[in-house]
T-cell receptor, first 116, second 109 residues
Framework: EAGVAQSPRYKIIEKRQSVAFWCNPI?????LYWYQQILGQGPKLLIQ????????DSQLPKDRFSAERLKGVDSTLKIQPAKLEDSAVYLC??????????????FGPGTRLTVL | DQQVKQNSPSLSVQEGRISILNCDYT??????FLWYKKYPAEGPTFLIS?????DKNEDGRFTVFLNKSAKHLSLHIVPSQPGDSAVYFC????????FGAGTRLTVKP
């Protein structure tokens, strides 16, 4: 079974530029998550999709971040314009509800963003 | 707001000994707790979980203990192996998933 795919793996941009990340979840997984992991911290949820609908985007800085999941499969996360504090690893994860109470998330390798 | 805390940024143990990683939480509404392991340049991978209605879950060398009254959980690895060297994240599920900052475990041969 193929895992969660993300691209690019690394991205360096200057502040005020735009950037987009792509995620392809595990086949059949209805739920997709985007996390931001700043160096030295744990992952922080930015947005959660159930199929192509948004379940939770309460921690997404909507003035500069946007995400979509057209057709309920692939997803893109965009930052426009980027700030220095956006430097982080952006992780995509997917899950399908298996056994009762279990909602194991499978993570992609992440995209490391550096904003100069 | 740090609802999930891992107060030890790093831990070093000898191969064959026990590794104990700790995690504290503040939100009593969390109903599920998970541990993830992360190697460099890879995403976190699920390791073991425990429901809030249990106090222990075991899977091979890995055991997670939950003390609800103390809002504390721990991950025990016995015996520790060099391949266990990684960053371990504690996570708790409420309305969403909250992660601790991670503990870097180094197992020395």
């Amino acid at each position: 079974e193929a895992g969660v795919a993300q691209s690019p793996r690394y991205k360096i941009i200057e502040k005020r530029q735009s950037v987009a990340f792509w995620c392809n979840p595990i086949s059949g997984h209805a739920t997709l998550y985007w996390y931001q992991q700043i160096l030295g911290q744990g992952p922080k949820l930015l947005i959660q999709f159930q199929n192509n609908g948004v379940v939770d985007d309460s921690q997404l800085p909507k003035d500069r971040f946007s995400a979509e999941r057209l057709k309920g499969v692939d997803s893109t996360l965009k930052i426009q314009p980027a700030k220095l504090e956006d430097s982080a690893v952006y992780l995509c994860a997917s899950s399908s509800h298996g056994a009762v109470g279990v909602d194991t998330q499978y993570f992609g390798p992440g995209t490391r963003l550096t904003v100069l | 707001d740090q609802q999930v805390k891992q107060n030890s940024p790093s831990l070093s143990v000898q191969e064959g000994r026990i590794s104990i990683l700790n995690c504290d939480y503040t939100n009593s509404m969390f109903d599920y707790f998970l541990w993830y392991k992360k190697y460099p340049a890879e995403g976190p991978t699920f390791l073991i979980s425990i429901s809030s209605i249990k106090d222990k879950n075991e899977d091979g060398r890995f055991t997670v203990f939950l003390n609800k009254s103390a809002k504390h959980l721990s991950l025990h690895i016995v015996p520790s192996q060099p391949g266990d060297s990684a960053v371990y994240f504690c996570a708790a599920r409420g309305n969403d998933m909250r992660f601790g900052a991670g503990t870097r475990l180094t197992v020395k041969p």
